[in-house]
Each structure stands twice: as C-alpha cells, then as structure tokens.
C-alpha cells in the first residue's frame, strides 16, 4: 500500500490541484494563526495533499464523537509542513525516498531534510505556538511505535493515519 500511496502522490505532485476559495476558507476555519503561518509555506501539491487528507479524516470521523474536532483535521493539515523546508520538487523528493531506503546510500542537505521532515515540521510548528495535538502528531505521524496516544486518541491515530495512506500497525 505504501508504494501505491507514494506512486498516486507523485503523480498528483506533477500537476498539484489549487485549492480555491471554499478550501482557502476551510482550512483557515481548522487551523489556529500559528498553523495557518506554517502551513501556508507549503507549495501548492503539499496543500492539495494535506486538504485531501484533512477531507478523508473529517469523513471518517463523521458520526464519532471526534467529528468536528478541529484539533484532528487541524492535524491532519499540518502533518507534513517540514516538507517545505527541503524545497524539493517531485523527483529530488522521490530520489530522497530511495535512498532513504538504502542503507549507506548518500544523501545531500536537502534529501536529510526531507528524509526528517516528521521532525522538522514538529518544530516548525512548536516554534510558531501550533497546538500541543497538531505538533506531536507531525512528529510522530509515520511512527505508530512514537503515536502520541497520551494527546491524540488511538482510534484519532489510526484514523489520521488511513486519511493519509499509510499502513496501520497489525494489532
């Protein structure tokens, strides 16, 4: 499933979806000042993609007792704005992912920074005064071993992590 995900991101990363005014406004209606400043450094797919996560995650906590919880979606937006600080476009980002996955494989400033981004975002948003729930989840948000379960809720966890395609730890 990861590479699948990986696969669809890059090729929507190609030719990124802006967002219009509706999702402009939607998203300021989830996120404190302190996110929306992080979060506008994203470029336009990162934006497109995290809009698309915060959109899965609302649907699948409709009807729960998380729904509207603007904590989560707020979450979900935000889990990967140390993205923007590597700058790379779509293929320097899909290289960095194989070497990453390469023990001993070399890797510039740029490709660290993306390989870190998890790291690097929370900070981002820890220095901007985000909420406790939005950085410990950019931080932790690839690791189920580091989920910040004491902050977030496991089934928010599980389900954060469904919005953005990746693979839920076997039970």
Request: charged share 30%; aromatic share 8%; glycine share 6%.
């Given at each position: 499933m990861r590479a699948?995900?990986?696969a669809r991101r890059f090729f929507g990363s190609l030719r990124p979806r802006r967002l219009d005014e509706?999702?402009?406004?939607?998203?300021?209606?989830?996120?404190?000042?302190?996110?929306?400043?992080?979060?506008g450094r994203l470029g336009a797919a990162d934006r497109a993609e995290a809009l698309a996560t915060a959109r899965r995650l609302a649907a699948?906590?409709?009807?729960?007792?998380?729904?509207g919880d603007t904590r989560w979606t707020a979450a979900a937006l935000c889990h990967d704005v140390g993205k923007s600080v590597a700058a790379l476009g779509p293929l320097g980002r899909a290289l960095a992912t194989?070497?990453?996955?390469?023990?001993?494989?070399?890797?510039?400033?740029?490709?660290?920074a993306y390989l870190a981004h998890a790291d690097v975002g929370a900070r981002l948003?820890?220095?901007a005064g985000a909420r406790p729930?939005?950085?410990?989840?950019?931080?932790?948000?690839h690791d189920p071993a580091r989920w910040p379960t004491a902050l977030v809720p496991p089934e928010v966890c599980e389900a954060l992590a469904r919005a953005d395609g990746e693979s839920l730890p076997v039970k």
């Open positions: 699948a995900h990986l509706f999702d402009r406004a939607w998203v300021r209606s989830q996120l404190t000042a302190a996110e929306q400043d992080v979060f699948a906590l409709r009807d729960t007792e998380h729904e194989v070497a990453g996955a390469v023990p001993g494989a070399r890797r510039g400033r740029r490709a660290r948003l820890a220095d729930e939005t950085v410990a989840w950019a931080a932790a948000h």
